[in-house]
């Protein structure tokens, strides 16, 4: 038992220099513009068409189910309403996250661990690259950069499938739609999205790069450190997303 706390501790310990060292990286020169620019493209621009058709399918698919409830008391002229709150506060920075943690989160984690197997990163600390700077800080950076900017996509995706939905049933244009949205719509459900993704961007780049990070050496690490950037990942974007709720049910 002691040896497990002990070990425990020093993961604590390890993650909390981990912390410091991308903290001091991410404020002082020189920057990695160029790195930093091509994971926001590996990152936001390649995860568009996977990002499309889940935020289209998780709008027309929630306002199918949300109909019924609605029918029942005669109030299906507030579904644009409810989808858009649901949508914007909630489900859109939710989705995000999720499909960014598969794909970008198993990405980074099995890329920096061929890198640490192949003794990659040790070859850069030899020529004078700052791995901190060049690997991790970039990934970060492009996460939490990234993850808000398709966060919105995944909105404005999943509002239109929301009224594809409403337009099978209702004669229902969509500049009536999107009126109603957007007068449904408060300055605090934006911020709360905007919140939950840069979390979840953060969340997701420092998970990933750790664990890559420090994979255990071997072709069998890549494997585990894949597997392990995307479970860590979720894991976190789940308590952060029961901690932020319950912080903004407290704040108004």
Request: glycine residues 8%; neutral net charge.
């Amino acid at each position: 038992m002691g040896r497990k706390i002990e070990k425990l501790l020093i993961e604590f310990a390890r993650i909390h220099r981990f912390m410091m060292s991308f903290l001091r990286e991410a404020v002082t020169p020189p920057y990695e513009f160029k790195e930093i620019i091509r994971q926001c493209y590996e990152i936001g621009w390649k995860s568009f068409p996977l990002i499309s058709l889940t935020g289209f399918i998780v709008g027309f698919v929630f306002t199918k189910q949300s109909r019924p409830s609605l029918e029942d008391f005669g109030a299906t002229s507030w579904l644009p309403n409810l989808i858009s709150i649901a949508i914007v506060r909630a489900l859109a920075p939710l989705v995000t996250a999720l499909i960014a943690s598969g794909k970008v989160g198993s990405q980074i984690g099995a890329e920096l661990s061929s890198m640490n197997v192949t003794e990659q990163i040790d070859a850069m600390e030899v020529s004078g690259t700052n791995p901190t700077k060049f690997l991790i800080t970039s990934r970060i950076i492009a996460t939490t950069t990234m993850i808000p900017v398709l966060c919105f996509y995944v909105a404005g995706i999943g509002l239109l499938g929301g009224y594809l939905s409403i337009a099978t049933k209702d004669d229902l244009s969509i500049l009536a739609f999107f009126t109603q949205v957007f007068e449904s719509i408060a300055a605090k459900d934006v911020f709360a999205m905007v919140l939950r993704a840069v979390v979840f961007g953060f969340t997701i780049g420092f998970a990933s790069t750790y664990v890559g990070y420090y994979s255990s050496k071997g072709t069998e690490g890549v494997g585990k450190a894949a597997n392990a950037a995307v479970v860590s990942s979720m894991f976190l974007v789940f308590i952060e997303e029961l901690l932020i709720v319950q912080l903004l049910s407290l704040i108004g």
